[in-house]
């Protein structure tokens, strides 16, 4: 996993994990936090850069949302949408549960140091920078509020990238045009 932050504009976005998988495995993953929104007096605190850093880094490990209301009782949890973060700053009890469930599968043989596994992902996967929302592929799921929705763009045979947006609440543009809406 690669972290990083710039000013990646004014795109709508506060972070993005994308996530490059095969078959059922995670091979690799970036977090982008966007330094345009944490510049600026809203979001230039700790409590919001511990809240998105935390939730994209959780999406990496496999994390979903607990909570995706802005304005409801914080759950004590980074995966938990809120617009008043001091208290959502980390993983709460039930995302080191999800962990530990997520991990207990065992494979037939080892992917430890397995560098094979990215390097197998189709080229254009493997040098695609998924910063723009074109490249985020089909939007695969939505909550009620859009808040929860994340991206796959799939290369086939199991090769695919999934991308997890944090808006920045009430600015959501630039995603693409789909024709699934409630
Ligand atoms: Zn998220």
């Known amino acids: 996993m690669e972290v990083c932050n710039t000013t990646y504009g004014n795109n709508g976005?506060?972070?993005?994990?994308s996530i490059w998988a095969s078959g059922?495995?995670?091979?690799?993953?970036?977090?982008?936090?966007?330094?345009?929104?944490?510049?600026?007096?809203t979001y230039n605190t700790t409590a919001w850069r511990n809240l998105v850093?935390?939730?994209?880094?959780?999406?990496?490990f496999g994390l979903a949302h607990q909570d995706e209301a802005f304005n409801n009782p914080n759950l004590g949890t980074c995966m938990d949408y809120t617009n008043s973060p001091n208290s959502n700053q980390h993983p709460n009890a039930h995302d080191y549960d999800q962990l530990e469930t997520i991990y207990?599968?065992?494979?037939?043989?080892?992917?430890?140091?397995?560098?094979?596994?990215?390097?197998?992902?189709?080229?254009?996967?493997?040098?695609?920078?998924?910063?723009?929302?074109?490249t985020w592929?089909?939007?695969?799921?939505?909550?009620?509020?859009?808040?929860?929705?994340?991206?796959?763009?799939?290369?086939?045979?199991?090769?695919r990238v999934?991308?997890?947006?944090?808006?920045?609440?009430?600015?959501?543009?630039?995603?693409?045009?789909?024709?699934d809406e409630h």
Request: with cysteine.
């Open 162 to 179: 999934i991308t997890h947006v944090f808006w920045v609440p009430g600015e959501k543009r630039g995603k693409p045009d789909h024709h």
């Open 53 to 60: 850093m935390c939730q994209e880094v959780g999406h990496v």
């Open 24 to 41: 059922n495995h995670i091979t690799q993953a970036s977090v982008k936090l966007n330094d345009t929104y944490f510049n600026t007096a």
């Open 137 to 159: 592929g089909k939007l695969v799921a939505t909550n009620n509020n859009g808040n929860g929705e994340f991206y796959v763009q799939d290369f086939g045979n199991g090769h």
């Open 104 to 134: 207990a599968h065992l494979d037939s043989t080892t992917t430890i140091a397995n560098s094979t596994a990215s390097a197998a992902h189709p080229p254009a996967m493997q040098n695609m920078d998924f910063t723009e929302p074109g």
């Open 13 to 17: 976005w506060l972070g993005i994990a």
